[in-house]
């Protein structure tokens, strides 16, 4: 499976962003979706997981209830809303694809390529 991920960009303190992954080669309900962010020079961490049908979702504590995450099997896509946006908050963010859903980030074979969040204060 293809992973596409977008929706990244400069907002300030405060604001919203959605993004989204967009799969491609295979039917994204095969597999369980997480979101994971990278600061240059920090490992990879957990933002959110959601399992293949939706109906569980894991959050790190950091964004604990300023984002959710969720999907729509029959466009393919994976939505990270994210809300209430802090400066701590900027990273690249991917979207990547397990067969289980999962917050370790070796558990998961297919990544997209990234797309940048800024938040300025």
């Known amino acids: 499976v293809q992973l596409q991920a977008s929706g990244g960009g400069l907002v300030q303190a405060g604001g919203s962003l959605r993004l989204s992954c967009a799969a491609s080669?295979?039917?994204?309900?095969?597999?369980?979706m997480g979101w994971f962010r990278q600061v240059s020079g920090k490992e990879r961490e957990f933002v959110a997981g959601?399992?293949?049908?939706?109906?569980?979702?894991l959050y790190a504590d950091s964004v604990k209830g300023r984002s959710t995450i969720s999907r729509d099997n029959a466009r393919n896509t994976v939505y990270l809303q994210m809300n209430s946006l802090k400066p701590e908050d900027t990273a690249v963010y991917y979207c990547a694809a397990t067969n289980i859903i999962s917050t370790t980030t070796q558990n998961y074979d297919y990544w997209g390529q990234g797309t940048q969040v800024t938040v300025s204060s």
């Open positions: 080669g295979r039917t994204l309900s095969t597999y369980a």
């Open positions: 959601i399992s293949r049908s939706g109906g569980r979702t």
